[in-house]
């Protein structure tokens, strides 16, 4: 099994993707699962954005769109985050994270990641899933679907 976690999101739970295309994919990711936290990530092990191919770029963008309108449409959070660091796990990815109006000020922006201490609730972030494919699959327009679903 790879030491990336970004690479072992393949073998995720299906219960845990929000949507899988050819280029990327969105899921919960463990040690991460807050409710409304979600990781965009390229679905090949690509090192940071300069790694990335020309279709990856064209795409990125829409993908981080379309997944934090739908973050924000479930959540109804004030502010919905992306945050990419290209550190701890340097295979590309962006941490799309909804920042509620309880998120007291010193906890927002940079903060945010302070959550991780005392918000975890794998099955809070799990229920959140299919809502948000819901969502995404709308916003983007696309005959993208969740993997393990049918319709
Ligand atoms: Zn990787």
Redesign the pocket.
């Known amino acids: 099994m790879?030491d990336?976690l970004?690479?072992r999101m393949e073998e995720a739970d299906p219960d845990a993707v929000v949507f899988r295309d050819d280029l990327w994919a969105c899921e919960v990711v463990p040690g991460f699962d807050v409710p409304g936290w979600f990781v965009l990530r390229v679905r090949r092990?690509a090192l940071r954005i300069g790694a990335l191919t020309d279709a990856e770029l064209a795409t990125y963008g829409r993908r981080a769109r379309d997944l934090v309108g739908a973050v924000t449409e479930v959540t109804g959070a004030p502010a919905t985050y992306v945050l990419t660091f290209g550190e701890a796990n340097p295979?590309f990815h962006s941490l799309v994270a909804a920042r509620g109006e309880e998120v007291p000020p010193e906890r927002r922006m940079a903060g945010i990641l302070t959550q991780r201490e005392d918000r975890l609730d794998p099955a809070g972030a799990l229920a959140m899933v299919p809502t948000v494919a819901a969502v995404y699959a709308r916003l983007s327009g696309s005959d993208v679907l969740r993997a393990g679903t049918s319709s």
Request: aromatic share 0%; with cysteine; charged share 0%.
């Open positions: 790879s990336c970004p690479c092990h295979h």
